[in-house]
């Protein structure tokens, strides 16, 4: 058994705890998550970005997702520790668990800063029917884990008007404007992009997220900024003062919420706050529930930002080609493999002005690798790429001008026909979706069927959704826009409206033989007012050739041949003047137009 | 003033009702309601098929939607009603009339069977707060309408089996199964169709929908159906009693709630019970609320329900092609009306073996009154027909082997371009829907674009659903299933499975110029099993050429082409039989296969 867990059951006892749980969380209920924070992977040794562990005297279980249960089991292997399989029907739910392992009038610890209020509730709930007491304010990681890496907060910088488009002035104006049409005279903000959108400012305090640790406490007359003091210079810090805001220490965000005046009607977005947080309201103050009013300013990306991201995609745009261009003849000739390719990729976004980071770990899969659909190489799978088959590769960054996400899946040589088929099949979704006109007040569950119809006739489809929101230089995911069918229809997405960036991503993976994805990213435009409506439409963000020798052009209509050749058309106009020659001829002819058979 | 109006302010006056409110409505929130419970129509004059009345001392009004502004305007006029127009911004709401109306402490009358659960909770509520009191036992309509027309149930008769396909008792267990999973030991019904559809039984009690008054309360071990004894013959009432069923008079099923056992779990459906028999159903009873399951057991029609249908389907497509061949000739020469035509069709469809009855009132609409979605020829708005332009047809019936519902806009001879633009980007929706392949899981809102996107691609829309669920025999409108998409998020449809029967009716309407719907009748069927799932398809039961005169060739793919033949070689192999010669060669240039320009 690993010693973490012998000193964590210890460390359980001298608190009088019956059971510990600790998710994959930071206290911002953050996607990606510090390496400050993963308490669950240091007494677990399992290594996969999402699971939670649950510790009593005489059991541990480990909660994670089919994505991760092969490596679950390896890494889990004599660790004491049991996994238990999310999805799998016949999985006792860590609930389940809970109630079976602590006995009646037992207590359940937990770090509250790390668990959203909704779960917290329910635990507290479930438990309070057997009566084991929930004790959410249990760090047990400050006492356990002794090199626990520290939180090291990044500078953070103030995003030039240039790009952001509205001065946070405005933005605040705006939010303040929202909050009064629901009553509210306080608003408290947990989420961090929500945050670094609002003040304009960036950071880099998680991997691949350009945000910061903060808190932010909003009245009609004040504006409380709770954050790391020293990750500010000087002159930024005397440009927030001048704006107005008032800035407070991280930690005190505890003390400001304790203090709320009680004719206070606070505004909180149950989703994102965490339960400590919460709780730490004063019960006499009035909470109003609801979605952040940034998330939906956020998403709506003004003309500086519309602006600005197209010019972050031509640079990532010229990236690519110059990558596949190296790419398809070296494959032939030279030893790539999928992590020296994707570095090769990284290489040509770094001379890229303006590059700030990637916005997420590069998928660079090649063969059945590609089936695994959040696959990312590892020095232990690392694969030598052959001149045949498919290869497939998710990736994107961060310039100065915004965010980028992008799939291309290219043919090194010789695919199958089978290959060609769902390649054919993933590209007819792909266009169709791009070219939806549809009426306001639709949302990506209406116009999901139109990236999967092409695979749902022939029986196949993609376990995962076709696309999600993308930040303005911030986190590559982000509501409330979306395309997916099959959601809970109790948590529709966002309607989709002009300005939203949302990825168009259908796939098609056959496990253990080769996985095909292809993504743009799409700017949602006014189309026409017509007596039936404001209509709507899509334009490609994303511009790279999309690889002509795996399509089967008889699987295509004129139409879509069309729809086709005006893209490349649109890729060769915007990337042609970034490139060598070679690069360029290269370019000509990876976009000159396809003809029906 | 209208006499009627005085006389019930008298009543309330007796009474002590500060105000009184009328829906349009039965007993059994039924979709048509027969003319016994057509109080508001008595008082205000006014005969659309829905409204509410509100009256107070001083103050009416009648709130209705668009579809009738005009003619309540005009049915209103000098009544000393007010027009209150639902859906137009700035309308007072009926619950707001109310609070400004009734003084504090005063009291609202209302007939609590004749008003849903959720409303009648919703008006208490609203209503506490000003300490208004709810009386929901006014039937004043007893004491004003002295010339009511009485119930007059109809006489009730036995599905055969050949057509029900499952005995009742067996439909009795499968019932209780769905309970016992809910944790109910007792079952109050109130929908008519629900009951109908339970007991293999059929009535004629409210126009067009083969159903009888009645109320049904299961428990483990007995089957309580409460209706007019009267309408039940010797032999049927032997037969159910044979079956176990214990047979009540209708109005007792009040003292039968009040006299349900204490341990009592006792499930209902709050948007199928009225307010007045929930509140009959005593405190102490734990109540269940969930959808009735016979709503779901119901729409999935079993195989002998499926032969039946399409059975009727061809009876109803030789009336429809028997109709259209004499139509299309007599146009020119003889002089016929909107009615005279909707009287001819009816009169086919009698000459049909098993005729039962209409299944709605024809909507036969020519030229501008098509552009109007739910008129319906009345002799002030009789037109006739001329040689030109479309004729929309939307009608249906019931026969001894099921529903039908079926539109057909036919060119009566030379038709504009527009029209010709319109009417293919129609076919093109509906075509596609029809042809939909989807997995397993998919709800209506999810295959909605399909029917659309060729409107929604120019600019055009329909402000209707795309189709709705069909009864076996029974209501032309039932749930769950449906096809739409701008539907509350909150009360998606049902989930699609086979053997599910929706109607597949997109349209175009041009105010005051034309209007264009085309329906198939679709029949939800298995497709197959795949690694990605089970897969579903549809399968038209309609059976009617689609008027190619009015199709613009050039607009549709060769896809699209393919699936119109195949449509009309179908309509030709199942028709040609029951026609005559001359019939026979109209029918076979009706469905004669189009070509690609």
């Not at 924070?37 to 997702?65: H, N, P």
């Not at 290869?391 to 960054?397: E, K, N, R, T, Y």
């Not at 996400?405 to 792909?430: F, H, N, Q, S």
Request: proline share 5%; charged share 25%; with cysteine.
């Amino acid at each position: 058994m690993k010693k973490e867990l012998s000193q964590l059951r210890e460390a359980m006892k001298r608190r009088g705890l019956d059971a510990y749980l600790i998710p994959t969380a930071d206290y911002h209920e953050s996607e990606y998550v510090n390496e400050h924070f993963q308490f669950r992977k240091y007494i677990s040794g399992f290594t996969g970005s999402a699971g939670t562990l649950v510790v009593t005297a005489d059991e541990a279980g480990l909660w994670t997702d089919g994505r991760y249960f092969l490596q679950a089991e390896q890494q889990l292997s004599g660790s004491g520790i049991t996994l238990y399989r999310l999805g799998v029907s016949g999985t006792e739910a860590i609930h389940e668990f809970l109630t079976r392992t602590i006995p009646d009038g037992g207590a359940l610890g937990v770090d509250g800063r790390t668990i959203p209020y909704q779960m917290g509730r329910h635990l507290a709930a479930t438990l309070e029917k057997k009566n084991i007491s929930f004790s959410y304010e249990e760090d047990l990681a400050e006492s356990v884990w002794t090199d626990r890496p520290p939180l090291c907060p990044k500078a953070i910088w103030s995003l030039p008007l240039s790009s952001a488009g509205i001065p946070r002035l405005e933005k605040l104006a705006q939010v303040r404007a929202e909050l009064q049409k629901s009553g509210a005279n306080a608003y408290l903000i947990t989420g961090l992009d929500d945050i670094a959108w609002l003040m304009n400012l960036r950071g880099n305090d998680i991997s691949c997220n350009p945000v910061f640790f903060s808190y932010c406490l909003l009245t009609p007359d004040k504006t409380k900024l709770f954050l790391h003091l020293d990750a500010l210079s000087k002159e930024l810090h005397e440009e927030l003062v001048q704006d107005g805001i008032c800035l407070c220490s991280y930690e005190e965000i505890y003390d400001a919420l304790r203090s709320l005046p009680v004719n206070c009607h606070l505004f909180l977005d149950p989703s994102r706050v965490s339960y400590r947080l919460k709780q730490t309201v004063p019960k006499e103050i009035r909470q109003i529930l609801g979605t952040n009013p940034t998330t939906l300013l956020k998403s709506k990306k003004n003309a500086a930002e519309i602006s600005c991201l197209k010019e972050a995609n031509r640079k990532d745009g010229a990236a690519m080609v110059k990558f596949l261009c190296w790419l398809k003849e070296a494959v032939a000739k030279d030893s790539i493999t999928e992590i020296t390719a994707s570095s090769r990729l990284e290489a040509f976004r770094r001379e890229q002005e303006g590059f700030l980071d990637l916005s997420f770990d590069t998928i660079a899969a090649y063969g059945s690798h590609a089936a695994v659909i959040h696959y990312t190489p590892t020095p232990e799978t690392d694969t030598a790429l052959k001149p045949e088959g498919l290869f497939l590769l998710d990736s994107g960054a961060h310039y100065i001008d915004g965010t980028t996400d992008i799939t291309r899946t290219v043919a090194l040589g010789p695919v199958t026909k089978e290959m060609k088929t769902c390649y054919t099949a993933v590209l007819k979704g792909m266009l169709a979706l791009a070219d939806a006109h549809f009426p306001s007040g639709c949302r990506g569950e209406h116009l999901d069927i139109l990236a999967r119809r092409p695979l749902w006739e022939l029986g196949l489809d993609y376990r995962h959704g076709t696309g999600h929101g993308i930040g303005f230089l911030l986190n590559v995911h982000e509501g409330p826009n979306r395309f997916a069918w099959n959601t809970n229809p109790q948590k529709p997405s966002g309607i989709l409206e002009p300005g939203m960036v949302t990825s168009d991503e259908p796939g098609f993976y056959e496990d253990g033989a080769f996985g095909i994805r292809i993504e743009n990213d799409l700017l949602c435009i006014d189309g026409p007012d017509t007596a039936y409506g404001h209509f709507l439409a899509f334009e490609p963000l994303t511009l790279c050739p999309i690889d002509k020798e795996a399509i089967d052009i008889s699987q295509m209509t004129e139409y879509e041949i069309e729809l086709l050749n005006q893209y490349h058309a649109l890729v060769w106009r915007e990337l042609s003047g970034r490139l060598s020659e070679k690069e360029k001829a290269w370019l000509q002819q990876a976009t000159s137009p396809i003809h029906a058979l």
